[in-house]
């Protein structure tokens, strides 16, 4: 599989916690700054607003899988730098949870593609 695929697939599919479960352990998760930890494992730390991840925050998921950035509706929008557990790093736009705009992919052997992304592809230098 190549390099962009795989990566992809592991960002949108591994990372973001979805309809999961949790609760508020500390601050205002409705409108406000606070944290809310998700049965998964995983935590966000930040802005919300009318209960929603809105604004900058820090979501990390249980298997170490860290994006500090923006995020809209509870979705990772605008930009922000995605961190996998086995080194793959990505700097740059996100839409709608996936990778779009400019970024700067990096693979764990320094393998890098940078240029513009579109729906979670990249598409041009």
Do not use: W
Request: hydrophobic content about 30%; aromatic content about 12%.
């Amino acid at each position: 599989m190549k390099f962009t695929t795989y990566v992809i697939l592991v960002f949108v599919l591994c990372f973001c916690p979805g309809k999961a479960l949790g609760g508020c352990v500390k601050g205002d998760c409705n409108n406000g700054k606070g944290s809310f930890a998700y049965d998964n494992g995983s935590r966000y730390v930040g802005e919300f607003e009318d209960g929603k991840m809105n604004g900058k925050g820090t979501l990390t998921s249980a298997d170490g899988a860290k994006y500090v950035g923006e995020f809209r509706n509870d979705m990772l929008n605008g930009h922000g730098i995605l961190i996998r557990p086995n080194g793959v790093r990505y700097v740059g736009q996100f839409k709608d949870n996936k990778i779009h705009g400019k970024g700067r992919l990096t693979s764990p052997t320094g393998k890098e593609l940078v240029g513009q992304f579109e729906n979670g592809e990249f598409v041009e230098k």
